[in-house]
DNA sequence: AAAAAAT
């Protein structure tokens, strides 16, 4: 056994209220605490009903927790290693300077350095070495002490840092410390993702990991088949991965329920209230007991997202990786060429010609496309000129989704044409370009995209073609090159100083700050202004 | 105006 057992006097020491009673248990007496109408929980109450296909709600009642009886909920899993209890405030703070990790809320535990500090039972630990994995990232290092104390825990970081298994590898030690599910129970751990691609790479991680730890799971998404989804539900399952309508749907229906649940995960939190999805969500939350861990994920800090967990996460603690700034990742060479719109296609196959003669065999190049209507235009046009193209958008039956992708993926086609159905979270090896055909409609979605490239220490390329219909976005993308350390096209720069004015209003305003319930304000980089050109963070991978 | 997400 890793696990020493001195932690109960650590725990002690840090007090006892932390946890309620004291003692771990959660019955169903201590609930009701926390339920009734105008707690600090699900103030926003009926929150939904906006819109009309998905809001109504009177297929599900949110719960009466006073009423349910709840089976017994462990907290007390907390066991922190001695060493990294110990550990100077220095060495902590050290630590987290070298790698960007800022933190707010009351009592932060601090973060380990190697898997073994985290104090997981050596079935996590042997599927982790098993995995190949050396080194805790950043937002795991960081998250999984503040993860496994059953906080609440909101972590700004992308796709790629690492932060899936930062709620995974917890959530198995979570479940492992309930009682087993019994016939009619739901999930223990929920994950709520944006799309159908980014459940289902989660879902890979949980197996990955779950196999080890005899913990089920599955994922619950549109565009498939109801039967086997519903069956997995049926038969009980500790982890449920899911996009929010067909979760809905499938609790209106009582095919599973959420009474179990006591670890929750909103994934890309951000880009699910873009979506639209704040509705669905909120009806979901107000489906899961008040006295559950919540860990919210989001790329960015506006005040919607800020919102989402003031009313749901109640005292959290924030842990932020990298500058709260926007930035590209800076492993990428940008390239951004000024044309018109009639020059596109032309410079498209030059640009894939120039890429052919001098890529190597198993380099892939993503196309990203403004309609879905031109993505399958584009996609016959260089086809027709011999490129190995696939595409993929929304309109696609989920089984074309998974194919092109599983195509991709395996480089039977090097060339993906898609819509931004693929810009965030979308994590395939060997990506070398980024062809932003059209341009995004803002920086962020532009910097997602990129993204895709220059994964994991790799080296990529981006190209885009930028037209004067976008002139408007050129000062955000000026500052994003410029803080890349990138050469900005003097046409581009031009652009940029014309179209003065107000400038790139999304990286001022939907930047709140972080810093809550006490615990000092949030500290920053010393980059965190909208410096130029000096930037010396990197936002995706340091790792 | 477009994209994503339940049927």
């Known amino acids: 056994m890793l696990l020493s057992n001195n932690w109960n006097n650590n725990r002690n020491g840090s007090g006892g209220s932390k946890f309620g009673n004291g003692g771990g248990k959660f019955g169903g007496n201590n609930v009701s605490k926390f339920g009734g109408g105008g707690g600090r929980f699900g103030g926003s109450g009926g929150g939904f009903g906006g819109k009309k296909e998905f809001g109504g709600g009177q297929n599900m009642k949110r719960p009466n927790w006073d009423s349910v009886?709840?089976?017994?909920?462990?907290?007390?899993?907390?066991?922190?290693?001695?060493?990294?209890?110990?550990?100077?405030?220095?060495e902590v703070e050290d630590y987290r300077n070298k790698h960007e990790i800022t933190v707010s809320g009351v009592e932060?535990?601090?973060s380990i350095q190697h898997f073994e500090e985290a104090n997981f039972p050596d079935y996590v630990l042997q599927s982790i070495s098993g995995q190949g994995y050396k080194e805790p990232t950043a937002i795991q290092a960081q998250g999984w002490p503040i993860a496994?104390?059953?906080?609440?825990?909101?972590?700004?970081a992308q796709t790629g840092s690492g932060k899936t298994l930062a709620y995974i590898l917890p959530a198995m030690v979570h479940i492992n410390n309930q009682p087993p599910i019994r016939r009619g129970d739901g999930p223990i751990a929920l994950v709520l993702a944006p799309t159908r691609e980014l459940a289902q790479q989660i879902q890979q991680v949980a197996s990955d990991f779950g196999n080890t730890s005899y913990v089920r799971n599955t994922c619950i998404f549109g565009g498939a088949p109801k039967r086997e989804q519903g069956r997995d539900l049926e038969r009980g399952v500790e982890i449920v991965i899911a996009t929010p309508g067909r979760l809905i749907d499938f609790l209106e229906k009582g095919t599973t329920n959420l009474q179990r649940c006591t670890y929750l995960?909103?994934?890309?939190?951000d880009r699910m209230l873009d979506m639209g999805f704040?509705?669905?969500i909120r009806k979901i939350i107000d489906?899961?007991?008040?006295?559950?861990?919540?860990?919210?994920?989001?790329?960015?800090?506006?005040k919607e997202v800020k919102k989402l967990a003031e009313d749901y996460l109640g005292d959290y603690i924030q842990i932020n990786i990298g500058s709260l700034q926007l930035s590209a990742n800076h492993n990428i060479l940008q390239i951004v060429d000024i044309c018109q719109e009639h020059e596109k296609e032309n410079k498209l196959n030059v640009l894939l010609q120039e890429i052919g003669q001098n890529q190597d065999p198993g380099a892939k190049t993503i196309i990203f496309v403004e309609t879905k209507r031109k993505v399958e235009n584009i996609t016959r046009n260089i086809r027709r000129y011999g490129w190995p193209a696939v595409c993929m958008h929304g309109d696609k039956t989920q089984q074309e989704r998974d194919e092109v992708l599983y195509q991709f993926k395996q480089g039977r086609a090097s060339i993906l044409v898609a819509t931004d159905v693929a810009a965030r979270g979308l994590d395939v090896d060997g990506i070398k370009y980024v062809i932003n055909f059209d341009y995004p409609n803002s920086s962020e979605d532009y910097i997602h995209r990129i993204g895709r490239t220059g994964r994991s220490k790799a080296k990529g390329t981006s190209y885009a073609f930028f037209t004067p219909s976008n002139s408007r976005q050129a000062k955000d993308l000026v500052s994003v090159l410029q803080e890349a350390n990138q050469v900005v096209n003097p046409q581009l720069q031009t652009m940029a100083d014309r179209c003065g004015g107000g400038g790139g209003g999304w990286n001022r305003s939907r930047f709140g700050n972080g810093g809550r319930g006490g615990g000092g304000s949030f500290k920053r980089g010393s980059n965190f202004g909208r410096g130029g050109g000096g930037g010396g963070h990197k936002r995706f991978n340091d790792y």
Request: charge should be neutral; aromatic fraction near 10%; charged fraction near 15%.
């Open 69 to 90: 009886s709840l089976q017994p909920f462990n907290k007390d899993f907390y066991n922190p290693h001695p060493s990294v209890l110990n550990r100077s405030p220095y």
């Open 108 to 110: 932060v535990p601090n």
């Open 148 to 156: 496994m104390s059953g906080k609440n825990l909101v972590g700004i």
């Open 265 to 269: 995960v909103l994934d890309e939190a």
């Open 278 to 280: 704040e509705p669905q």
């Open 287 to 302: 489906q899961i007991r008040p006295d559950r861990q919540t860990l919210m994920w989001s790329a960015t800090w506006p």
